[in-house]
């Protein structure tokens, strides 16, 4: 069970009236199987919030993540999920990517075969168009360098760019990104921290699940702690950086 001590506002929030937040996510329970992995997660974002979605190994954060992306894996057995006034929760995760839902996940998904150009073209086939392919290269010159190499050749963080940039090729509303800096070199993850400043500038809803809690915290603007499926903390990420209790706690930092 999560510890009182820590807990503050775990309701979603609605805004004005009787609509929903710009993006809420109410009492969700999600199964891989009879495995219960999320049990009963709710939160609620603003729009052009970045929030920060941490815990230990095995807290619940990436089955959450996958929950709200409609992946196949884990089942949402109750609970809802509305972006922008639409409900995600009966959709597949076509559906939701349509809806203007992008995730990164962790193992990047970059398309063996096809290079940095036509990944980015794929992304665009289908649906509205996000940024286009001149402006993804400025905000990534290192793709633009290498547009006609095959995307898995890749390094690590330029595989990363790469799908970030995919995700931005569509007319998105809401940005997941799982473990972005996950097996990167400092170096890279210094490049990959400078690019989501950028995408923070220009004011699009992002939830991060990222292990170096240290450096999502410093890019977001609110934290939410999971511990055992369950939401511990919700606040702001300064309030994480300061309380020392807290982070030894459920974060191990």
């Given at each position: 069970m999560s510890d009182?001590?820590?807990q503050k506002t775990l309701k979603p929030v609605k805004s004005q009236g009787s609509d929903p937040a710009f993006f809420s996510v109410w009492d969700i329970h999600a199964y891989y199987g009879e495995s219960y992995i999320v049990q009963g997660v709710s939160f609620d974002i603003h729009e052009g919030e970045i929030v920060a979605l941490l815990g230990r190994n095995g807290a619940g954060k990436t089955s959450t993540l996958r929950a709200i992306a409609r992946t196949d894996d884990p089942q949402i057995h109750k609970g809802e999920i509305w972006l922008d006034h639409e409900p995600l929760h009966d959709m597949k995760s076509f559906e939701a990517s349509r809806l203007g839902l992008a995730l990164v996940p962790e193992d990047r998904r970059i398309i063996p075969g096809l290079t940095v150009q036509e990944n980015l073209e794929l992304a665009q086939i289908e649906g509205k168009k996000g940024w286009s392919i001149e402006r993804?290269?400025?905000?990534?010159p290192r793709l633009g360098e290498r547009k006609n190499q095959i995307g898995v050749t890749m390094s690590g963080g330029e595989q990363q760019m790469l799908a970030v940039a995919r995700a931005l090729a569509k007319d998105i509303k809401l940005l997941l990104l799982d473990e972005p800096y996950e097996g990167l070199a400092p170096v890279?993850?210094?490049?990959?921290?400078?690019?989501?400043?950028d995408i923070k500038k220009l004011g699009i809803t992002t939830i991060i699940v990222e292990q170096n809690a240290i450096a999502a915290l410093h890019l977001a603007d609110r934290a939410i702690i999971m511990d055992s499926g369950q939401?511990?903390?919700?606040g702001t990420a300064q309030e994480v950086l300061?309380?020392?209790?807290?982070?030894q706690e459920y974060l191990a930092i």
């Open positions: 009182p001590k820590f993804l290269y400025e905000l990534f890279i993850v210094h490049e990959i921290e400078k690019t989501l400043e939401i511990v903390f919700d300061d309380n020392d209790e807290l982070r």
